[in-house]
């Protein structure tokens, strides 16, 4: 097991791409250090010789020093949470002045497309999440992973949201849900949802993370014309009249919140994971999935970093986030670009 994560460092020569076991949860937390501390931090993760299946991979990051272009995803994290999105995109976008941001909500699939590679074949099973009574303890959380369904003008169901988006369901979901609990409406926060309007066969659907092939999920709804939201909740509330309605998020608190998350993170060196494993068991296989040390200088840097990107935050006037963070676009696949050449990284990679 493990929280599989990808890394493509991009260049006018190609393209080297690095992996970790471990490093998909709150990549953007890392990503907050900037590129003088990142790129070198990613390139120390082992070499990659294979591409995992798009499903597998929970996060990544495309870092192109040349364009200034970084490409990311992930799955948890506060950039995936309704809560801290704006904030932590907001953050990440000034820790990377003057590069184009963009977020990848088709996930490996969306860059893997960037690289001029083509498509894997989804996964054809879809792994649904259950639907929650309205008494579900998980419904007390502030930021519940949940997964929000209406349907039509009088219906609300809520999901866990643990695995697959409901939309991949097809129209399925509608009978799956037939007899779930109607929650009338949702006033809390979430991951995700899905407006579904039978009477006019139109289906419109948002998430905070990514998915693999989101670009092709209207396959899985023949007959219904199928629209993407990206992470734009707005639509479905109003879509659905208001039955989703989650609170608003105190800019200032979301930002000091993230803020502090990312000085836990780079809080000061880290040892090498795998070199103290190899240490303690020698005759053991040790997988070469986990992070590279870090420095004491590295963890102020990127402390720096941080503190750099709060302050001109809380300093400047909030604007609404623009295309360079919410991912423009990049539902169906980036806008065409040079394709890098690959080259292999040494050990193959």
């Known amino acids: 097991m493990g929280n599989r994560a990808t890394f493509v460092l991009a260049g006018p020569e190609g393209y080297t791409r690095h992996r970790s076991s ?5 990549l953007d937390l890392d990503l907050l250090a900037g590129p003088e501390v990142v790129i070198p931090y990613l390139r120390a993760h082992a070499p990659e010789d294979g591409w995992y299946p798009d499903d597998m991979v929970e996060a990544g990051v495309l870092a192109d020093p040349f364009r200034r272009l970084l490409l990311v995803f992930e799955r948890e994290g506060p950039a995936a949470s309704l809560r801290t999105r704006a904030a932590g995109l907001e953050l990440l976008r000034l ?8 977020w990848l909500y088709d996930g490996q699939s969306g860059l893997r497309a960037h ?3 083509g498509p894997q074949e989804p996964d054809a099973d879809v792994y649904p999440g259950p639907a929650l009574e309205p008494e579900d303890e998980e419904l007390a959380d502030p930021d519940p992973l949940v997964a929000v369904v209406t349907v039509g003008t009088d219906r609300c169901h809520v999901l866990a949201d643990i695995d697959d988006h409901p939309v991949e369901e097809g129209p399925a979901l509608l009978d799956r849900l037939r ?3 109607d929650h009338g409406r949702h006033r809390l926060r979430a991951d995700a949802g899905i407006h579904v309007d039978p009477g006019r066969r139109r289906v419109g659907w948002w998430l905070n993370a990514a998915r693999a092939h989101a670009g092709t999920v209207g396959r899985r709804w ?3 014309t199928v629209e993407f939201w990206e992470d734009r909740w707005e639509e479905h509330e109003r879509a659905s009249g208001g039955r989703f309605a989650p609170p608003a998020s105190d ?3 979301a930002l000091a919140d993230v803020r502090a998350q990312a000085l ?3 809080a000061g060196p880290r040892a090498d994971v795998r070199e103290r494993l190899v240490a303690a068991l020698p005759h053991a296989t040790i997988g070469r999935g986990f992070g590279p040390a870090v420095t004491a200088e590295q963890a102020a840097s990127a402390r720096a970093a941080v503190e750099r990107a709060h302050a001109a ?5 909030h604007r609404p986030p623009g295309p360079a963070h919410r991912g423009a676009g990049v539902a169906t696949g980036l806008p065409p670009a040079v394709v890098e050449r690959p080259r292999r990284a040494a050990g193959g990679g």
């Open 251 to 253: 800019r200032a608190t």
């Open 222 to 224: 023949p007959g219904w």
């Open 115 to 117: 690289l001029g590679l």
């Open 95 to 102: 820790a990377w002045a003057d590069w184009e941001v963009r």
């Open 179 to 181: 007899d779930a609990p």
């Open 313 to 317: 935050a809380v300093g400047a006037p």
């Open 22 to 26: 471990f490093g998909a949860v709150a």
């Open 264 to 266: 836990e993170r780079w």
